[in-house]
């Protein structure tokens, strides 16, 4: 970790604690020597790194998360929403599964920057593992999955295993971020045409049958939804590049109502996404007290905090059962692949923001908490979750000090989906399919290609 939040092990302090582990191997092991080092303060502060931290947090650290935090909730609000759908699930799980991550990382992440919640990726790959005729059985099937995967990546980081992942080459990766970009983003195309589709069963042919599906609904094309679709896409793209803007001040020190102007604008432009489904919410409502409906709206989404209550391993509904082999069945290689894809993209995107900050993180300790959010998710009726990547770089540009930041996004979140659930199905579908769009079309690595083929062909 640096100066302005986290501080990064020495040399010294790393050969010390790689004489501490090497003893532990040459010297005959006793009850007693293991119980003292695993009861250590320095373990107990590498196993819990709010312990690093906490002690020297300060007013100056406060200011920086509080800002970090209230600009990633406003992010990730609309986000969760959007992915929720890209999953088949309904709405809400989508903030069920954003607020979770955001306490337990506080306690034992090792990254300043990175923030847990959905991703377009898993979103994706528990709309396909998770498939199922009844919303509610998705949904379990869905909270089933995060704490089977939490229980993987906490049994992966209790043994030491996240070097597997350096064994995923980059044309693979790429190639499964692009492919994936491109099944998310046209998926959320018949609904910015406004028309229905029925969801396709067969995992191989889901996305062959979207196309052709999609392609002959054209005729039934909503214009409103369209035009509405496309004018959020436009708005959020130029919001995007507003954001980055240089100012070039070659007359010295801007006014201060400049710089007020340009943070302003600054914070619009990086909470783009929310302040876009606030305004076309607002305008969706206003139409319909006057009984217009022009748009697709999203419909009811269920009010309130979720229950605390354990994953359902056997369902029923009316003469259908589903028992807990069943289940593991439908969910089958997920089990193994949606792990993995979380430790993957959590991995990366902790380790670029700790090199680019001037920080280190623990690998290890980073499957521990990202396990150990998925099972606890799994009580709040979450679906899994990981690091992402468009919130984590708000969350480093916002100046977030320490993983407290955390906290105020998951409060945001909370407040959300108690004060605000009602009013969330006023939302065009159009506007959350915009910000899919805009989402995942970065992800496509179109750059990579004449890099791959020049090295091997």
């Keep these: 970790m640096h100066d302005d939040g986290f501080k990064a092990l020495s040399d010294e302090d790393e050969y010390e604690a790689d004489i501490e582990e090497g003893a532990v191997i040459r010297q005959p092991c006793s009850c007693g020597i293991c119980m003292k080092k695993c009861c250590s303060v320095k373990t107990a502060k590498r196993r819990l790194p ?14 920086g998360d509080i800002i970090a935090g209230l600009t990633v909730g406003l992010t990730v609000i609309p986000q969760g929403l959007a992915y929720a759908s890209v999953a088949n699930l309904p709405l809400e799980y989508g903030l069920y599964s954003a607020f979770v991550g955001c306490f337990v990382y506080c306690f034992l992440g090792t990254s300043k920057d990175i923030t847990l919640g959905p991703t377009a990726i898993m979103s994706l790959m528990v709309g396909q593992y998770c498939y199922s005729e009844s919303a509610d059985f998705r949904g379990a099937y869905a909270i089933v999955l995060s704490l089977m995967c939490g229980c993987t990546q906490l049994l992966m980081g209790m043994l030491n295993l996240g070097f597997i992942v350096n064994f995923l080459s980059l044309p693979v990766v790429s190639g499964f971020t692009s492919a994936a970009a491109i099944i998310i983003g046209f998926g959320q195309v018949k609904k910015v045409l406004g028309v229905s589709v029925e969801k396709h069963e067969t995992h191989v042919a889901a996305f062959v049958y979207d196309i052709i599906a999609t392609c002959k609904s054209i005729p039934q094309t909503r214009y409103q939804d369209v035009l509405l679709g496309v004018a959020c896409i436009v708005v959020i793209v130029l919001f995007k590049h507003l954001k980055d803007i240089n100012w070039n001040d070659d007359d010295g020190e801007p006014h201060i109502m400049h710089v007020i102007a340009r943070k302003i604008l600054w914070v619009t432009a990086t909470a783009r996404n929310a302040v876009i489904v606030l305004v076309c919410g607002v305008f969706a409502y206003t139409l319909s007290t006057f009984d217009v409906l022009p748009f697709t ?88 979750v990981t690091g992402s990547f468009s919130r984590t770089a708000v969350n480093s540009q916002s100046g977030v000090k320490t993983p407290a930041g955390g906290i105020l996004t998951g409060v945001l979140v909370l407040l959300a989906l108690s004060l605000l659930s009602t009013t969330f199905r006023y939302i065009p579908q159009a506007t959350l399919a915009a910000v899919i769009i805009t989402a995942v079309a970065s992800m496509f690595e179109y750059h990579i290609v004449a890099h791959i083929w020049h090295t091997k062909r």
């Excluded at 979380?342 to 690998?363: H, W």
């Design 50 to 63: 709010i312990l690093q931290w906490l002690p020297r947090y300060n007013l100056h650290w406060a200011h």
């Design 297 to 384: 709206l999203t419909g009811k989404v269920t009010p309130g905090l979720p229950a605390l209550e354990l994953p359902q391993f056997s369902l029923s509904n009316g003469n259908v059962t589903v028992s807990a082999a069943e289940m593991f069945t439908q969910l089958g290689s997920g089990l193994a692949v949606i792990p993995l894809i979380g430790i993957l993209e959590n991995m990366a995107i902790a380790s670029a923001f700790a090199r680019k900050n001037q920080y280190r993180i623990d690998p290890t300790q980073e499957l521990v908490a990202l396990g150990v959010a998925n099972i606890v998710g799994s009580f709040f009726s979450a679906y899994p």
